[in-house]
């Protein structure tokens, strides 16, 4: 009988961090992992307002690993001006965006997807194929688009939209 509780135990456990890391890589994705929003602070804006092109990647100073595993700790990503003018100006040809664009948003963030390939002969090759373009509209919505960079072409974009109403 201890046997069998003690799997489960240990089952439950990994599938719990599998669900948290599962949230914590979306959160990341998502560009929520700078998020200062509270109660009195209820923002959209999951990014720093002096965004210099420079970011965290995923397993460096700052991230989830802190340096250690993970992605072996690259440290610091700089997107290029080059690259980000590219995402916006794919971003901008969609009709979808457009309308977003007409209708008071505003591109406030471009985070690069990078992808890492090992090679059979140890050859490490990575490539930013793929961006995401967050957009914010006051403090009453927020969108987030998926630009396949190699295509040219938005593959997805979702829209989240707040209300709040206030009653004394």
Do not use: H
Not at 97 to 103: A, I
Not at 136 to 148: E, L, M, S
């Amino acid at each position: 009988m201890k046997k069998i509780q003690k799997k489960t135990v240990i089952t439950t456990a990994v599938l719990a961090l599998a669900v948290l890391s599962g949230i914590a890589l979306m959160a990341y994705a998502n560009g929520a992992t700078n998020n200062t929003n509270t109660a009195t602070n209820a923002t959209w804006n999951s990014f720093d307002q002096n965004y210099n092109g420079t970011m965290p990647f995923p397993g460096g100073p700052g991230a989830f690993g802190r340096g250690r595993g993970g992605c072996g700790g690259f440290g610091q990503v700089t997107v290029s001006q080059e690259y980000k003018d590219n995402v916006i100006n794919i971003t901008k040809t969609d009709s979808d965006v457009q309308q977003l664009l007409t209708d008071g948003y505003n591109i406030t963030f471009v985070r690069p997807i990078i992808s890492t390939t090992v090679e059979a002969d140890g050859t490490v090759t990575m490539k930013a194929t793929t961006a995401i373009v967050t957009l914010i509209k006051d403090t009453t919505g927020k969108a987030t688009v998926w630009v396949d960079v190699e295509q040219a072409k938005v593959t997805r974009i979702e829209i989240l939209t707040r209300t709040v109403i206030e009653k004394s």
